[in-house]
């Protein structure tokens, strides 16, 4: 057995080198983390905000982790509007739990003891996910230099890893991202193992709901592989993808009589983050004038149809008609609408390896302040140079004739459709990880080409 562990380790140990490396990382950070920001720091105004939960999303998140770690029942698992993403509470209540985190004191301040396990958690699962991706490379036809410098990339890239210090669960959604693409790479001939597919999917839509339609990419995927075999193979994935949303449909039926299995989220984020940007324009008056005009169109939507909004069905209804409203004012400002969604995808593709850690230092007032305007120009430095070396990978795999590497871009195509418009850079995350192999050949390109000089 240790001779056998021994030839293992031997045989991988650039792997075992990097994971543990990116561990120590990880380790200092969420140390660093914890001293610094595990406390209530002052706004220029004098107001208050947790320096790690600070956010909106967070503080629900964690107010609903709270909740059901005193209770896991199935009944409890939806006890209220499905509003966001399904499991990221679920997740962390469910660690929550093992370790008898308090999330509250006496004093009803935030109680972060026992939220590094968390954090631990789901950095190992991520682990998991690039370990599982490695195996998954070896099985094919590429040189170890690209599958190392690939997996180096998945594990010390910072705008990805920033992520594992945070409760929004970002670090758990891209592993199943990474599970999924290592499944595409290397599809099965059996039938029955798309069902475990059908799952992973499901699962990445309760994580995450940008995924919701996810399951399309891997159809196409096998319908060109597969052809007149791929029936049964798609059925199977189908199958546990629709049985999971019946059940969350079923526990939005049994607590407000409305079957739905889409987060209310998806119905309110056009009007919400982009719709805005579009009626500031096409007006001509301010962003924070545009979001005063729908906020009273809100109003008016609501009292002209006598809505209760503390009521489910009557809520739905009131998405319903905003939706159509949202509509009307894309449909008739055409122009606008692709500028702004054009100038929302681009502005998302500037990465930003220390969002959370500014974030946590100047709290909401981040994007607009001079620390922001500072490291722009350092974001954008760094972005080009990662994406000329990714665009070097592009090429050269385009002309090596290399097709499993556009399998997975076209998972990154399809998150960056469908959550590019929002205009943030984390969302834009999912689409970076489908660069990794990109960027593993651009970088060995360029290796080779600097030891092919210096022979000279």
Known sequence: MKYSFANFFKTHKIIFILLFSSFVLFNINSQYNLKNFNKYLSYD???????????????????????????????NLQNEEFRAHFLPAKNLAFIGKIVNMDFYDENNNYDLSGVIFFFIFQTFFYYFAVIYFYNKLLKLNIKKEVIYIA????????????WNVTIFGETIFFSLIIIIFSFLIDLPKENYKYIFLGVLIAICYLQRSVAMFLIIVPIIIILIKFKKKSPIKIINIFLPYIIILIFIGLLNYNRSNIFYVFPVSTKDNLYTYFLPKVVAKSQNVSNKESIKILE??????????????????????????????????LLNNKIITIEKAFMAYLHSTLLNPIEVLFTRIKGKEYYKSELHKKTIKYRIIYSLLIFFITFLGFINIIKQKIIFPHIILA??????????????????????????????????????????????
């Open 296 to 329: 009273d169109k809100r109003k008016i939507l609501i009292d002209e149809n006598n809505l209760d909004l503390e009521n489910e069905k009557d809520l739905m209804q009131f998405y319903k008609m905003q939706s159509e409203l949202v509509y009307n004012v």
């Open 45 to 75: 105004d004098g107001s208050k905000y947790h320096g790690i939960i600070k956010t909106p999303p967070e503080i629900r998140i964690w107010q609903e982790a709270f909740e059901l770690k005193e209770d896991l029942s199935v009944e």
């Open 151 to 162: 997996s180096f990339f998945l594990l010390f890239e910072p705008t990805i890893n920033q």
């Open 411 to 456: 998972c990154g195509v399809y998150f960056f459709i469908i959550s590019g418009w929002v205009g943030y850079t984390r969302y834009f995350v999912p689409t970076f990880l489908s660069f990794s192999i990109y960027f593993a050949y651009g970088a060995s390109f360029i290796l080779s080409k600097k030891f092919y000089f210096k022979q000279r």
